[in-house]
C-alpha cells in the first residue's frame, strides 16, 4: 500500500447513486458491512438525495457514517470501490448490448478513482460485468487479485433458490454454482450441484421430489430469464444484486476466505486464458485469493470455453 493514500479499512465508496448503488449501500447499512459508506455520482440532486433519506434511518442499522457528492474526492482512502455507474438495461436489452456506452464511462471514471483511492480493491457490478471487469484491469494496470466483477454470484442465488424451491429444502442447504458470463451463455454446474451433500443426481427424498431432466431446462431458464422478467415489471434488478454485492463486500473486508462465483482474470483454467469470466474463487482481504479448479463434465467444460468465447469477442471488438 502506498503511503501517501492511506486507506480505512473499513470504508466502501459506491460509485453511482442509481437503483443499484443506493440499494448497494442500504444493504451494507443493513448488514453492517462497513462504518464508512461513500456514494459518489454525477448527479448531484440524486446523491443528495439518497444519502439524506439513508442518513434518516442510521438510527436503526449498525453504527456508521455515509456521505455522498459529485465530488469523486468523496471516494478517497476507501479501501473498496463498488463500481455500479453505467447505461440502464432496457427491456428486450442485452447486457452485452451495453458494453460500449459503460467502456467509454469507465474510461473517465477509472483515471479519477485512481488518483484518489489506487490502493482500492476494484469491485466491477457495471454490466456487461465480464467485459467491464476486464476492461478495468486493462485502463488501470492493477494486479488481477485487486479487480474482480459480482460475476455469477447473483445468478448463482437465483439458481440456488429455484432448486430450493422445487425439492422443498432451504435454500441454505443447496450448494449449486453458475460459471461463465452474467449473461445469455452462462453455464449451470449441474454436476457438482448437491443438497446436504447429496448429489442433485442421487437426490431421491420422499416428500421432497427429484430433479429431471424437464425440471433442469425449466430451472435453468428462470435463472437466465431473471433480470428480464424483473426489468419488465419494474423498470429494474435492485434489491438482489444489492444483497449479492454487499455479501462480496463483507468477504473482502472481514477477510473471510468466502468461496464466491466472482468474475476474474483466468488464465490456464480449464484452458481458458486472457479472459473475466466466473468461477467459484476464494475471496478475503487481498480480493482474490485463488481460482478453484471445480470439476466439470464435458458438457460444462465446452459450455465454459464458449461462454468464453462470447466474452473474448465483445472485448475484441472494443479494441482490447
Known amino acids: 500500500m502506498s503511503e501517501h493514500q492511506p486507506v480505512s479499512p473499513n470504508k466502501v465508496a459506491i460509485v453511482g447513486a ?3 448503488g443506493a440499494t448497494i449501500a442500504y444493504a451494507c447499512l443493513l448488514r453492517g458491512v462497513a ?14 438525495a439518497e444519502v439524506l433519506d439513508l442518513n434518516h434511518g442510521l438510527q436503526f442499522v449498525p453504527v456508521a457514517t455515509l456521505e455522498g457528492s459529485d465530488d469523486v474526492e468523496v471516494c478517497r482512502g476507501a479501501h473498496v470501490v463498488v ?8 427491456p428486450g436489452q442485452s447486457r452485452m448490448d451495453l458494453a460500449t456506452a459503460n467502456v467509454a464511462i469507465c474510461r473517465d471514471l477509472l483515471p479519477k478513482l485512481q488518483a484518489v483511492a489506487p490502493d482500492a480493491l476494484y469491485l466491477l457490478v457495471t454490466n456487461p460485468v465480464d467485459v467491464i471487469t476486464y476492461v478495468t484491469l486493462k485502463l488501470t494496470g ?10 455469477t454470484v447473483l445468478d448463482s442465488s437465483r439458481f440456488r433458490f429455484l432448486i430450493a424451491r422445487h425439492l422443498n429444502v432451504a435454500v441454505q442447504n443447496v450448494h449449486a454454482y453458475i460459471a461463465g458470463e452474467h449473461g445469455d451463455s452462462e453455464v449451470p454446474l449441474w454436476s457438482s450441484a448437491n443438497v446436504a451433500n447429496i448429489p442433485l443426481d442421487a ?8 430433479i429431471s431432466a424437464s425440471d433442469r431446462e425449466a430451472i ?5 430469464n431473471a433480470a ?34 466472482v468474475s476474474s482474470l483466468l488464465s490456464g483454467y480449464h484452458g481458458i486464458d486472457d479472459v473475466c469470466l466466473s468461477v467459484p474463487c476464494v475471496v478475503n482481504r487481498f480480493g482474490l485469493e485463488t481460482q478453484l479448479p471445480i470439476p466439470m463434465n464435458a458438457e460444462e467444460e465446452a459450455g465454459l470455453r464458449a ?4 466474452i473474448r469477442k465483445a472485448i475484441r471488438s472494443l479494441g482490447f
Open 18 to 20: 442509481g437503483s443499484v
Open 83 to 90: 463500481i455500479t455507474a453505467g447505461a440502464k438495461q432496457k
Open 35 to 48: 462504518k464508512q459508506v461513500a456514494l459518489f455520482d454525477v448527479n448531484r440532486a440524486k446523491v443528495d
Open 203 to 210: 437426490w431421491s427424498v420422499p416428500g421432497h421430489g427429484k
Open 142 to 151: 492493477l494486479p488481477p487479485a485487486r479487480v474482480i466483477g459480482s460475476g
Open 307 to 310: 461462454s468464453a468465447d462470447t
Open 228 to 261: 428480464a422478467q424483473v426489468i419488465s415489471g419494474k423498470g429494474a434488478t435492485n434489491y438482489a444484486i444489492g444483497l449479492a454485492t454487499a455479501k462480496i463486500l463483507e468477504a473482502l473486508l472481514r477477510d473471510e476466505n468466502r468461496v464466491l462465483p
Open 220 to 224: 435453468f431458464h428462470g435463472v437466465k
